[in-house]
């Protein structure tokens, strides 16, 4: 019986000078520098936001994360009154360009939901009555430096089958386009289906003028070229807003379309003015020389093929050039790191055919 009551006594007094180290939120001990480094790597705005309702501290260590990425998924109408301005299952414009221009600008004013003043603990963090812009999800994000954001959909519609994707760099206005297209066959069609094919005499033939291979080219390139220069466009007072910025990538779901700029195109969009298009709100595309690598059927890895398989790329005129003859090392490298695998191994393989130099005007 005493041995029973002397256990019943240290068990009461271990209960009443308890390890406070058991009651400790261990999670405290962290620093803030590795919890900014697991914000960082997670980046997606929603998670962040998530994060931030969970206690004062995440909520004031978010707005100082580096890296943010934006996924734009829902539309709404630019005045905010009416969705049918934005319903894509209208009627179409007469135009192409009108049309690409109506689905760039509508998708890329989606909303988000944003990140409320963070000084402001009470209030909800992911509001979910209330969708706003990009730009309004961004605004207490005062150090990101790489900012990646999606657009639901690329802005280029193409027929079935099809198969399109360009690659952009911009400063103050375009440096740099890539844009690879054709279309994609599980075999090799017979030499008769093929588009008209290249004699190898120094010139485009007249074939591939008059079967239309060469207007189809034309319009993939005005095309990707307007999508491009309206995004940049658009992306002005986020680039304004965060000075901190030194990568800044705008993609779409489709992976069809991407723009890219970095430290020095930041720069230089910020200290130098835009030249605006005098047709719609993007920024003008400058006179460029067009350098077409063209093949009636290119064979691609598993047994995949691409018809009339096409690879263009385009510089500004008198930038960096000499009467439109650039560095070929120069060019190269920019076109054969503009797409991954298995991308990449389709443009080096386009990039060993004859070159075919263009001009463009300015629009």
């Not at 760099?169 to 375009?174: K, Y």
């Not at 297209?181 to 030499?191: L, V």
């Not at 095309?223 to 705008?250: C, G, K, M, N």
């Not at 393989?349 to 005007?361: C, D, F, G, P, Q």
Request: aromatic share 8%; net charge positive; proline share 5%.
């Amino acid at each position: 019986m005493c041995l029973i009551a002397q256990l019943e006594r240290t068990q009461t007094k271990s209960r009443i000078h308890a390890d406070p180290s058991l009651h400790q939120d261990h999670f405290d001990r962290i620093p803030d520098s590795l919890v900014l480094l697991i914000f960082n790597k997670l980046a997606d705005v929603r998670s962040l936001g998530r994060c931030s309702a969970v206690s004062k501290r995440f909520n004031a260590l978010v707005p100082l994360v580096h890296n943010v990425y934006v996924k734009i998924d829902r539309v709404v109408s630019i005045d905010g009154d009416s969705f049918d301005a934005l319903d894509l299952s209208l009627p179409k414009p007469r135009t192409l360009f009108a049309h690409l221009l109506k689905l760039i600008l509508f998708a890329i004013l989606q909303p988000l939901h944003y990140l409320q003043n963070v000084h402001g603990w009470n209030k909800p963090l992911l509001p979910q009555l209330s969708h706003h812009s990009p730009r309004q999800v961004l605004k207490n994000f005062t150090h990101v430096r790489n900012l990646r954001m999606e657009l639901p959909a690329g802005d280029v519609k193409t027929e079935d089958g099809v198969f399109l994707k360009w690659r952009a760099e911009f400063g103050s206005t375009l440096q740099n386009c890539v844009i690879l297209g054709g279309t994609m066959m599980d075999y090799r069609p017979a030499s008769a289906n093929l588009e008209g094919g290249m004699e190898d005499n120094g010139s485009i033939p007249e074939s591939f003028y008059t079967n239309g291979g060469l207007k189809l080219r034309v319009v993939w390139t005005i095309s990707s070229l307007i999508a491009a220069s309206t995004r940049h466009y658009l992306l002005r007072q986020i680039i304004e807003e965060h000075p901190t910025l030194s990568s800044l990538v705008l993609t779409d779901a489709d992976g069809q379309g991407t723009l890219t700029m970095g430290v020095e195109q930041l720069k230089e969009f910020r200290e130098k003015p835009l030249a605006m298009s005098a047709s719609s709100n993007r920024t003008q595309v400058p006179a460029s020389y067009m350098k077409l690598r063209y093949a009636p059927f290119l064979e691609l890895p598993d047994g995949m093929g691409m018809q009339g398989a096409t690879l263009v790329a385009i510089k500004p005129a008198g930038e960096g050039t000499s009467g439109g003859h650039y560095s070929r090392k120069e060019a190269e490298a920019f076109i054969c790191r503009a797409f991954d695998d298995p991308l990449r191994d389709t443009v080096k393989a386009l990039v060993k055919n004859r070159t075919y130099l263009l001009e463009m005007n300015g629009f």
